[in-house]
T-cell receptor
Framework: GQQLNQSPQSMFIQEGEDVSMNCTSSSIFNTWLWYKQEPGEGPVLLIALYKAGELTSNGRLTAQFGITRKDSFLNISASIPSDVGIYFC???????????FGGGTRLMVKP | NAGVMQNPRHLVRRRGQEARLRCSPMKGHSHVYWYRQLPEEGLKFMVYLQKENIIDESGMPKERFSAEFPKEGPSILRIQQVVRGDSAAYFCASPVSRAGGITEAFFGQGTRLTVV
C-alpha cells in the first residue's frame, strides 16, 4: 500500500527556534494535509494543500506542496512551548478512498 | 473536535468481551472514516462508510471487527472477543470531498480502548 515517510521522527528544540519537518512518498498525491495531535486528543487540521507548488501559511506555520506532488514540508517559525505535540502529514490521491498518514514528528520545545 | 463526537472517550474491556465504539460525524455529513492508532504510532485506515453502505473496508481486520453507519444514529465500530492487541485509540473523522477527491478530514477526540 501507499506509504508516507515523515522525518524527523522527533525534535527537541529551544523556544524561539524555527522547525522544519517533511513528508515524502513514492506515489503522487492530490491533497496534502498537516495535523497536530496533543496527548489524549484527536488530530487537529492545521493546513491543507491542493496544488503542486502551493505555499500556504497559517500564523507561524507554513507548508508547501512539492512540485513533484510526492512531498510536502511544514515549517514552524519562532516556536513556543504550546507547539509541543506530534505533527502528522497525510495525503490523498484519487486512486483510493482513504487518507494515508505519515508516522509523525514529535516536537518538544524547551522554554 | 470540529463537531465530530465519539463515545465513550475511554473503554476498558476484559479479553473476550465485545467493544462498541460510537461516532456521530459533523452535522449534515453522511460519510465517516475510522482509523486506529497504536501507542507511539501513526494513524492507520480501517474503513470508510457512507450511511447504509461500506465504501472501503480494506483496512479492517478480517475477523472480529465490523462497522456500520445506519440511516439513523451514529456509526458503530464493533470489536468482538477483544484481545490485548486491540488496545489502541480509535478515531473517526468526517471527510470533506470536492470534485471527487478528499480535501479535508476532521477528527473526533477518539475512544481509547484498553483490554485487560
Amino acid at each position: 500500500g501507499q506509504q508516507l515517510n515523515q522525518s524527523p521522527q522527533s525534535m527537541f528544540i529551544q523556544e524561539g527556534e524555527d522547525v522544519s519537518m517533511n513528508c515524502t512518498s513514492s506515489s503522487i498525491f492530490n491533497t496534502w494535509l498537516w495535523y497536530k495531535q496533543e496527548p489524549g486528543e484527536g488530530p487537529v487540521l492545521l493546513i491543507a494543500l491542493y496544488k503542486a507548488g502551493e505555499l500556504t501559511s497559517n500564523g507561524r506555520l507554513t507548508a508547501q506542496f512539492g512540485i513533484t506532488r510526492k512531498d510536502s514540508f511544514l515549517n514552524i517559525s519562532a516556536s513556543i512551548p504550546s507547539d509541543v505535540g506530534i505533527y502528522f502529514c497525510a495525503g490523498h490521491n484519487n486512486a483510493g478512498n482513504m487518507l494515508t498518514f505519515g508516522g509523525g514528528t514529535r516536537l518538544m520545545v524547551k522554554p | 473536535n470540529a463537531g465530530v463526537m465519539q463515545n465513550p472517550r475511554h473503554l476498558v474491556r476484559r479479553r473476550g468481551q465485545e467493544a462498541r465504539l460510537r461516532c456521530s460525524p459533523m452535522k449534515g455529513h453522511s460519510h465517516v472514516y475510522w482509523y486506529r492508532q497504536l501507542p507511539e504510532e501513526g494513524l492507520k485506515f480501517m474503513v470508510y462508510l457512507q450511511k447504509e453502505n461500506i465504501i472501503d473496508e480494506s483496512g479492517m481486520p478480517k475477523e472480529r471487527f465490523s462497522a456500520e453507519f445506519p440511516k439513523e444514529g451514529p456509526s458503530i465500530l464493533r470489536i468482538q472477543q477483544v484481545v490485548r492487541g486491540d488496545s489502541a485509540a480509535y478515531f473517526c473523522a468526517s471527510p470533506v470531498s470536492r470534485a471527487g477527491g478528499i480535501t479535508e478530514a476532521f477528527f473526533g477526540q477518539g475512544t481509547r480502548l484498553t483490554v485487560v
